[in-house]
């Protein structure tokens, strides 16, 4: 038997409960992994809560990634020992995630871990630094250079953005944090960013065009922070857009976009295909350096998550939570 949490809603509310299961409990999969990490993200927390729509069916147990050991393996692609990483494919939506000490899944969702880089560290990054890189990414194949100008990190203090501002400083960027709360521009300036911007003066509505300020954004906010981004970009410069948490409406018009040449990449860690999926993990192992994110993580039980989801859809996290499996 194995512990997970899982989620079963009862008079239509979401309940959590940490439970014993058995293998044969587990959803159909050509490979079993042992999975000593997960991490708690955004989306996790809105699942965990009840908040919103995210899961399709129940029970569930809910956790968008995981990082582990193959422990059965129907495929020629992984054998028993090999260490591996999921990151999307709808796990801990439609199909049973990372909040278990076991899960089973098809062996085209796992990518192998990359030299250098263990299950810890994997999640520590997890989802939201694999984002992070796609974003980094995304800039990079639009242009976008250390030298190009200021680059925005909008939602700084999450994980997504948390992780953003050190790419990019790592590679060289002026980075420019935004945050709503302001007890954590220390945090941002170790992690490398060179200035701070509270969140309220990037929400404020803003005229079609608004002098010119940034050669590259990540954003994950969305709504009206999103808005004044673009607003502000300089002359063919590019916005990575990966969130909604400040909702799916962009009141903007065509400005940007015609006069001054700006580029708008969405980017979505779920459907990213395979091949992109390898080398954006290879990527972070050969050019992110432990000793930069080592303090980024925090470990909390199983039993802890409940809590967790809360605090973070509150904004009371900072940085990556991870969930050890073993504790």
Request: with cysteine; glycine share 12%.
């Amino acid at each position: 038997m194995f512990k997970a949490l899982l989620l079963n809603q009862v008079e239509g509310k979401t309940h959590a409960e940490v439970r014993r299961l058995n293998i044969d409990d587990l959803p159909e999969g050509d490979v079993l992994v042992d999975v000593a990490y997960s991490s708690l993200n955004y989306k996790d927390g809105l699942a965990v809560t009840g908040t919103g729509k995210i899961i399709r069916s129940f029970p569930m147990v809910p956790g968008i990634d995981f990082a582990g050991t193959v422990a059965e393996s129907a495929s020629e692609r992984f054998k028993p020992g090999d260490q591996v990483i999921l990151t999307g494919w709808g796990v801990g939506e439609r199909h049973w995630g990372g909040y278990a000490q076991k899960a089973r899944v098809k062996a085209d969702w796992l990518v192998p871990m990359p030299k250098g880089l263990d299950a810890k560290q994997a999640m520590i990054i997890g989802t939201a630094g694999f984002t992070a890189m796609l974003c980094v990414m995304a800039l990079e194949e639009s242009g976008v250079k250390p030298d190009s100008g200021k680059v925005l990190v909008t939602g700084a203090a999450g994980g997504v953005g948390s992780v953003s501002v050190l790419l990019l400083s790592q590679l060289g960027y002026h980075v420019v944090a935004v945050s709503g709360r302001p007890e954590t521009q220390d945090f941002l300036t170790a992690l490398g960013a060179k200035e701070f911007i509270a969140r309220e003066v990037m929400s404020k509505p803003a005229h079609p065009l608004e002098s010119q300020n940034w050669a590259g954004a990540v954003d994950v906010v969305g709504g009206s922070t999103l808005a004044r981004v673009l607003a502000e970009m300089q002359y063919g410069g590019t916005v990575a857009a990966c969130g909604l948490a400040g909702g799916f409406e962009l009141n903007t018009t065509v400005m940007p976009f015609i006069l001054r040449n700006v580029g708008l990449r969405g980017v979505d860690s779920v459907s990213c295909p395979q091949e992109r999926r390898i080398r954006t993990w290879e990527r972070l192992a050969a050019e992110l350096p432990a000793s930069a994110y080592a303090d980024l993580g925090c470990a909390i039980a199983l039993e802890e998550v409940p809590q967790a989801a809360t605090d973070i859809l509150a904004g009371r996290i900072q940085g990556r939570m991870l969930v050890n499996l073993n504790l």
